[in-house]
């Protein structure tokens, strides 16, 4: 069946990369939805089915770890697989990540093969 | 951390940027010292913030060709000339190069934060940081384009504190 994601990320080069990645992973995607940044995310979540999200952590308005927590505590989007790629490869981020309940971790530069293996790992 | 350090974390920063991301060469040459603002600028500058335990800013500089040549590899469509889609690039480049220049140094020099990269396009521009009279410079070639990727820090100033060491929260009489 075919699964619904959300990409997050301030950076709209980076959206489009994992955008083709998706499309050209062994993947059964479904639409893909974009957002700037956490706020925008929140409202995308609300206005659409989304069964996976992809999330930058630094991001004007609302970042994110912001956006992770938020989902977290939300009864509907608690269970929503969220893999974040960011340049944040400090121990101290990871760890906030995986806290909030992050379900992986992919740093940037990143290679369509990580994205691909992590994919794998969770969906 | 001196500059030979800090060049080498960048150029592994930056090749891996464009081997894993962009697929294009990148060939390093010796690290210098330069005055900032001192000539002027043609061409894309991408600069990115930080602060923490130290303060500093990171900024990559290329010409309008190269920018577009980054562009086109990292999205993988044609871009002839500057636009909206080459200055998106030209930010992430600089996020993931000095963010993960950030990343290895916090190791050192503590945790710092990253600030949102901000990208600008023109010709004979100078660019200036307050307070910032020079930048270690690390040059690279990209084919017969120059990139240079620009870095400054220093340990940031000490907090302002109470007479009493610490700050306190704001006291509420309560009826």
Redesign the interface.
């Known amino acids: 069946m075919p699964m619904n994601v959300l990409i997050v990320d301030d950076s709209a080069a980076i959206r489009k990369i994992l955008e083709r990645v998706l499309r050209h992973a062994e993947f059964p995607l479904g639409e893909v939805h974009e957002a700037g940044d956490g706020r925008e995310a929140l409202s995308k979540l609300e206005a659409q089915e989304v069964g996976l999200v992809f999330s930058d952590i630094n991001m004007p308005n609302m970042d994110g770890l912001e956006l992770l927590a938020s989902m977290k505590a939300h009864e509907s989007w608690k269970h929503l697989p969220v893999i974040m790629v960011t340049t944040e490869g400090g121990q101290e981020k990871v760890m906030q990540a995986i806290q909030l309940g992050a379900s992986g971790y992919i740093r940037k530069p990143f290679t369509a093969e990580q994205i691909k293996e992590k994919l794998a790992g969770i969906v | 951390m001196n500059d030979q350090e800090l060049a080498a974390t960048i150029r592994e920063a930056a090749g891996?940027?464009f081997s894993?991301?962009l697929g294009l060469p990148l060939e390093s040459g010796p690290e210098y010292r330069a005055e900032a603002g001192s000539e002027g600028y043609d061409g894309v500058i991408a600069l990115v913030p930080m602060g923490g335990s130290w303060t500093g800013s990171g900024r990559i500089i290329c010409g309008s060709r190269l920018a577009c040549r980054i562009?086109s590899a990292?999205?993988?469509a044609e871009h002839a000339a500057v636009n909206?889609?080459v200055l998106?690039?030209m930010?992430?480049m600089a996020?993931?190069i000095i963010?993960?220049v950030?990343?290895a140094i916090?190791e050192k020099l503590g945790?710092m934060i990253?600030g949102?990269p901000t990208v600008i396009y023109g010709r004979n521009y100078r660019a200036r940081s307050s307070g910032v009279r020079d930048w270690l410079v690390t040059p690279f070639q990209c084919g017969d384009e120059t990139l240079d990727v620009q870095f400054f820090l220093a340990p940031s100033p000490p907090r302002t504190e109470t007479a009493g060491g610490r700050t306190a929260p704001l006291a509420v009489p309560v009826d």
């Open positions: 891996s940027v894993l991301m562009s990292m999205l993988m909206e889609e998106d690039a930010g992430e996020n993931m963010g993960n950030k990343t916090e945790t990253l949102l």
